[in-house]
T-cell receptor, first 112, second 114 residues
């Protein structure tokens, strides 16, 4: 595997479920990101991890909980989500703060 | 904070024609402007970027222009081909291109008709 891989690609969950999204990068980068992509809205930066430390948290509701156990892996833990949280969640990585962003193909989340 | 407006939201052209997508930004401190292309069902990918110390940058059929005074920048695609069909996102960043401060536009769906 090369690049940035995300699993699962599709996820349907109820509002009371707990699930996790996983991201893995094989590029040797030291920064990882979670973005939310909703229809007709700009890409929204949710979280940034640099050298496994969270450096940015853009006022994301606590029902989204990120975890970065090492520089290659990033998780987004989901619990008690709302229907408006349905979106494509994109993971990305970069080398350094200003390096080119390399995106995964996303996890399409539907909250019923 | 920064606000990036992108127009048009959809654009349809005939193969071989040129396509222009425009973005404006609000923070005069922004100094890095990348463009990403996202094909249907695929990941966004960087196609070209420009920094505020230059006014234009070209890469084959793609060019980006920047007008710092007016705070707008544009993507130009010449001799369009069906494989250019995708959603294009502009973005702006301060702090030397920090991804932490990267603000995206809403995207333009470009359709190139054969």
């Amino acid at each position: 595997e090369t690049g940035v891989t995300q699993t699962p690609r599709h996820l349907v969950m109820g509002m009371t479920n707990k699930k996790s999204l996983k991201c893995e990068q094989h590029l040797g980068h030291n920064a990882m990101y979670w973005y939310k992509q909703s229809a007709k809205k700009p890409l929204e930066l949710m979280f940034v991890y640099s050298l496994e430390e969270r450096v940015e948290n853009n006022s994301v509701p606590s029902r989204f909980s990120p975890e970065c156990p090492n520089s290659s892996h990033l998780f987004l833990h989901l619990h008690t989500l709302q229907p408006e949280d349905s979106a494509l969640y994109l993971c990305a990585s970069s080398q350094g703060e200003a390096g080119e962003l390399f995106f995964g193909e996303g996890s399409r989340l539907t909250v019923l | 904070g920064e606000n990036v407006e992108q127009h048009p939201s959809t654009l349809s052209v005939q193969e071989g024609d040129s396509a222009v997508i425009k973005c404006t930004y609000s923070d005069s401190a922004s100094n890095y402007f990348p463009w990403y292309k996202q094909e249907l069902g695929k990941r966004p990918q960087l196609i070209i970027d420009i920094r505020s110390n230059v006014g234009e940058k070209k890469d084959q059929r793609i060019a980006v222009t920047l007008n710092k005074t007016a705070k707008h920048f544009s993507l130009h695609i010449t001799e369009t081909q069906p494989e250019d069909s995708a959603v294009y996102f502009c973005a702006a960043s301060i702090s030397g291109g920090s991804n932490y401060k990267l603000t995206f536009g809403k995207g333009t769906l470009l359709t190139v008709n054969p």
